[in-house]
């Protein structure tokens, strides 16, 4: 069992195709530390090619300004309006395309696991989520109006969480599985 808890920063993002949020933490002998946060916004964009070209130009931005070491991004959530998700989908690839160009490692967290790690609900509001961030990370005002932003700083700490769980070197499919590989734990009565 191995626990990774080197230092490195973080880039969150909650990807939108009006509004893309941003969160920036830097973890510190294991300890997470607001960088910042925020959104870019598209939403004076008409053309949604045009959209998808600021909003690559603006990750790129991110990426040099931050240097992160890891990406984590939040899954487009299944809906009923294709169109919707089809652009959602083209956004997030935007942001990960422009990691992809820097070689920086991406992790991909549905909303669902996302909203647990933070408040322990997976059906938790966009305001309870800002509102336990403010407490676990000990932000006394969060500047922007938006939720996108949190949200953003959500899937940067859930990744920050889930890298710091312990890692098992051996894995097992089953008990039999387990027994085989393990003679020595087993009692026979």
Request: proline content about 5%.
């Amino acid at each position: 069992m191995k626990a990774i808890s080197s230092d490195k920063i973080i880039l969150g993002i909650d990807p939108g195709t009006n509004l893309m949020g941003y969160g920036v933490l830097q973890v510190e002998v294991g300890k997470p530390k607001v960088v910042s946060l925020g959104v870019i916004d598209l939403r004076k964009h008409t053309n949604h090619y045009l959209k998808l070209g600021h909003l690559l130009e603006r990750v790129e931005g991110l990426l040099q300004s931050y240097l992160p070491d890891e990406l984590a991004i939040e899954a487009p959530f299944y809906g009923k309006n294709i169109q919707s998700m089809l652009k959602l989908g083209r956004a997030q690839g935007v942001a990960m395309a422009a990691a992809l160009a820097r070689d920086i490692p991406i992790t991909e967290y549905a909303p669902l696991k996302v909203k647990m790690a933070i408040t322990g609900n997976g059906s938790a509001s966009k305001e309870q989520v800002a509102d336990m961030l403010k407490r676990i990370l000990r932000i006394d005002q969060i500047e922007t109006p938006f939720l996108d932003a949190t949200d953003a700083l959500a899937v940067a700490y859930c990744h920050y969480q889930e890298s710091n769980r312990p890692q098992f070197a051996k894995t097992y499919s089953s008990w039999r599985d387990f027994i085989n590989k393990n003679p020595d734990k087993v009692k026979s009565i």
